[in-house]
């Protein structure tokens, strides 16, 4: 394995990604179904909760927060233990005595996962804005976009955490540690100009932060706005950190 | 003519045990070099500093004039591990034309390395679904797919059917008629025989680098099994 990118390495193990995804139809349904049904449940949720005059309704922040955090969430778990299969089948040693460079393969994984999220969007912000009445005042392009970005960095990040996982188990563990404090502090539960300095501060340091302020800028104004730009940058370039992350704890030699 | 893998004093590791010891051997070009030796002697972890994915102690391996492990070598030598390391969730010919698009080669390239291993009409099928030795097979032409210079094989005819392994023989040597090296593990006996150059290993140290004649002959037996338990044995009562 080099360090040098060939984007028809990349794209073969893209394809060849995508090609194991789709002969298992039911994860295929589950990543397509799944969000937009849990979306159901939290419109319903709140559905005959009244809404104070001038306030957005709770389910269109918490909704709209939540296109970003499905993804995210979705993506992690699917990339740690497809990534963890590589390690412990043996098709990663293998791969690494072949001209395929380690960022290759990531890349490719986040392109291959990235596509799928951008299916997975598709089939969500259409159900939301249909079914649920999410009200969205900005693009919904958009939102697939932010989506997407945030499906990348929980490859990315998936990528990153299973080179720390030694097993199935281990892997799937690591989603709450990875997830949940950004979920915490992102801005949903308790406005982020209400947290504690500190509490700001680490949340000022996590990227679902930006995807989140991203989607509620999205939210709120009919077109795209630089903070918003800002936050997609910064989500995208957490992501490319985490996989840069990740290709220099893919050791080729090992023992 | 230089040889195709030169190993030097190699040293090898894992955790506080050392698994090779001071292992030096030479594997010539354009022939098939037998690895053989009990399980747990060391031959997984010679194949794997030949592929350069072992972590070594000291000394050096040389593979094809380049250090083992070197960025261009990886387009230049093939390595099938010894459980099949191919996708279980794709097909056969999947697996194959992914394993062949990192190498360059063409759909078509992947469909022939297929009929070599005899997994022409399983082309269809799921990995997964298939019999141990078929996947065996799935995972050797995954590697046959790149026409390396070097085929490093770890027990490739392990739970083959006779005729299966006959036929897979057959296509080694074709292949090295062809120029190919080819180094193959096992720990069957009756394979030795099939081999130009053998070399033994046993507890991490090499017994023997010669050709099946010689070692008939320095062993006084035609039985290749016996002629392996002899140097064994001699080793025994010197220690």
Redesign the interface.
């Known amino acids: 394995?080099?360090t040098a990118l060939s984007p028809?390495?990349t794209s073969?193990?893209a394809?060849?990604v995508l090609?194991?995804l789709r002969?298992?139809h039911r994860t295929v349904a589950m990543l397509l179904v799944l969000p937009s049904a849990l979306l159901g449940l939290l419109y319903l949720l709140w559905a005959d909760v009244p809404t104070p005059p001038g306030q957005p309704g709770t389910f269109d922040r918490v909704g709209l927060t939540m296109l970003g955090v499905f993804p995210f969430v979705v993506m992690f778990l699917v990339t740690s233990i497809a990534m963890l299969r590589e390690r412990t089948?043996?098709?990663l040693?293998?791969?690494?005595?072949?001209?395929?460079s380690r960022l290759d393969l990531l890349l490719g994984y986040g392109t291959a996962f990235g596509l799928a999220a951008a299916l997975q969007a598709l089939v969500t912000v259409t159900v939301a804005t249909t079914a649920y009445d999410l009200d969205v005042a900005g693009p919904l392009a958009l939102v697939v976009l932010i989506a997407v970005v945030d499906a990348v960095l929980g490859v990315a990040l998936g990528l990153l955490a299973s080179a720390f996982a030694r097993s199935e188990f281990q892997a799937v563990q690591f989603m709450p540690v990875v997830v949940l404090p950004q979920f915490f502090l992102c801005g949903l539960l308790v406005p982020r100009d209400q947290l504690a300095g500190w509490l700001q501060a680490v949340s000022d340091v996590l990227p679902l932060t930006y995807a989140v302020e991203a989607l509620q800028e999205v939210g709120a104004s009919s077109e795209a706005t630089g903070t918003m730009w800002v936050d997609v940058g910064v989500v995208a370039g957490a992501a490319l950190l985490a996989l840069g992350l990740a290709a220099a704890t893919l050791r080729?030699?090992?023992? | 003519m230089d040889a195709a893998v030169a190993v030097s004093d190699l040293v090898v590791?894992?955790?506080a045990r050392r698994v090779l010891h001071q292992v030096s051997c030479s594997v010539p070009p354009g022939r098939v070099t037998g690895l053989l030796g009990p399980s747990g002697s060391g031959k997984s972890t010679l194949l794997r500093a030949v592929?350069?994915?072992?972590?070594?102690h000291s000394g050096t391996v040389t593979v094809l004039g380049r250090p083992a492990?070197a960025?261009e070598l990886?387009?230049r030598?093939?390595?099938v591990?010894q459980?099949?390391?191919?996708?279980?969730?794709?097909?056969v010919r999947?697996n194959a034309r992914?394993?062949a698009?990192?190498?360059?080669r063409d759909a078509a390239a992947a469909d022939a390395a297929l009929t070599d291993v005899g997994l022409g009409a399983a082309a269809g099928q799921?990995v997964g679904g298939l019999s141990g030795g078929q996947r065996g097979r799935a995972s050797l032409a995954?590697a046959l797919v790149?026409r390396p210079e070097l085929l490093v094989l770890d027990e490739p005819t392990v739970g083959l059917d006779p005729l299966l392994r006959v036929e897979l023989w057959a296509h080694f040597h074709a292949l090295a008629a062809a120029g190919t090296t080819l180094v193959v593990s096992s720990h069957v006996m009756d394979e030795a025989g099939r081999c130009d150059q053998l070399l033994l290993l046993r507890d991490g140290r090499l017994l023997s680098d010669s050709t099946p004649a010689q070692l008939r002959a320095r062993t006084g037996t035609d039985d290749l099994e016996e002629a392996f338990l002899s140097p064994v044995r001699a080793e025994g009562v010197a220690a």
């Not at chain 1, 040693?93 to 395929?100: A, D, K, M, V």
């Not at chain 1, 080729?252 to 023992?255: K, L, N, V």
């Open positions: 394995m080099t028809r390495l073969a193990t394809g060849r090609r194991q002969h298992d089948s043996g098709t040693e293998r791969l690494l005595t072949t001209p395929l080729r030699r090992t023992s | 590791h894992r955790g592929v350069g994915v072992q972590r070594v492990g960025a990886r387009a030598v093939g390595y591990t459980s099949p390391s191919v996708y279980p969730d794709l097909t999947e992914y394993f698009a990192l190498a360059g799921l995954c790149a």
